[in-house]
């Protein structure tokens, strides 16, 4: 059984920044896709970015320059170092796991295993 849990959701300024970090355990193998999403304002949860099992990165590219992905020490851990932020980063992230991603890195429906989600809140 593969669980997968968020951490590092707080309150802060607008400008600051955070740093967010998922682990995974129940893995069989080392290699395999991370992905984060949030869901902010009334939007569907979108991606965020993506480390694949070969290692390909892949950002939303409105988000990319801000935000900032990469595994942790541990394989089966992702970290999201996020700057400059904004009230419209408010939401909920979300952590997610699949075999491979690829070109659908995107696609919520590629990752079957997800965690329950770290708030982020950014005042004005």
């Known amino acids: 059984q593969v669980h997968v849990a968020e951490s590092g959701g707080d309150l802060v300024e607008s400008g600051g920044s955070l740093t967010l970090s998922c682990e995974t355990s129940?893995?069989?193998?080392?290699?395999?896709?991370m992905a984060w999403f949030r869901q902010v304002s009334d939007k569907g949860r979108e991606a965020v970015a993506s480390i694949d099992s070969d290692g390909q990165i892949n950002y939303d590219d409105s988000l990319k320059g801000r935000f900032t992905v990469s595994r942790g020490t541990a394989k089966n851990s992702l970290i999201l170092a996020m700057s400059d932020l904004t009230p419209a980063d408010s939401g909920m992230y979300y952590c997610?796991?699949?075999?491979?991603?690829?070109?659908?890195?995107?696609?919520?429906?590629?990752?079957?295993?997800w965690g329950q989600g770290t708030r982020v809140t950014v005042s004005s």
């Open positions: 997610a796991a699949t075999w491979a991603c690829g070109r659908a890195w995107a696609a919520s429906n590629v990752y079957g295993y």
């Open positions: 129940g893995w069989t193998r080392t290699d395999f896709c």
